[in-house]
């Protein structure tokens, strides 16, 4: 065991708390930062390239994995390379290529986790510990089938629906929707919760919702960069 990992399970066991954890141990937190907020793969290039920076201050080691949704475990697209050292402040080119066996139809949606392992030996500082911390990036990976023209605004197609108290959401786009969690329902102004921030084409998400009448929702969509845009209000089909 090393002398960083004995200090830090020490540290744990004590009782100190995180908060004495955090004043003892300075943590080493840059790790691997892509060039982008999201990988689209376009099927009409077959790969898409993404630059990845070491913003550490130490020699690193670079991990790349590509993880399916629950929704979507076929394999579509692998990643070279996987495993790279990278050098402070340098970067290094990741290539994603498509391997579909069949035309995409739709916007297929995957993870990218971009992970940063510092190499070396922590250094101790007059008694506190320089902590190796592993960072990792996770972002979208989205698919995107040729000859289907982008759109900017897909969450304007969502279709939305109250019936037996169940707010459904429906996709029939072939675009992946990316929203809050949180919507509101309007007149009456009651929140309900969304299970996660996408939409799939041709997916539909039924969430209960309280008592009371409703005919709008507003929530907050996102571009596909997962960038905030104003509210949306949209209507609600009884």
Known sequence: MTMFSTITRRLLNSGIGTLALLLTVQAQADGMVPNTSVVIVNEADGEASVTVTN?????????????????????????TPPLARVEASKTQL?????????????????????????QGKPA?????????V????NLP??????????????????QWSL??????VRNDTPYVVRLGQEVTLLPSAGNVLLPKTYVLPGEHISVPVPSGAATQV???????????VPHHEAPIKL
């Open 55 to 79: 913003t550490d201050s130490t020699l690193a080691l670079m991990h790349v994995t590509i993880e399916d949704i629950p929704e979507d475990t076929e394999p579509l697209a692998f990643v």
């Open 218 to 228: 507003r929530f907050q969509p996102a571009t596909v960069y997962g960038f905030s």
């Open 141 to 158: 990976l989205i698919l995107h089938p040729k000859g289907l023209a982008p759109n900017r605004t897909p969450w304007t197609d969502l």
């Open 163 to 168: 019936k037996d108290a169940q707010l459904t």
């Open 134 to 137: 592993t960072v990792r990036q």
């Open 124 to 132: 101790i500082e007059a008694g506190h510990a320089r902590v190796g």
């Open 94 to 118: 990741v290539r994603f290529i498509l391997q579909a066996e069949k035309p995409l139809l739709t916007q297929r949606l995957k993870r990218v986790i971009f992970e940063g392992i510092p």
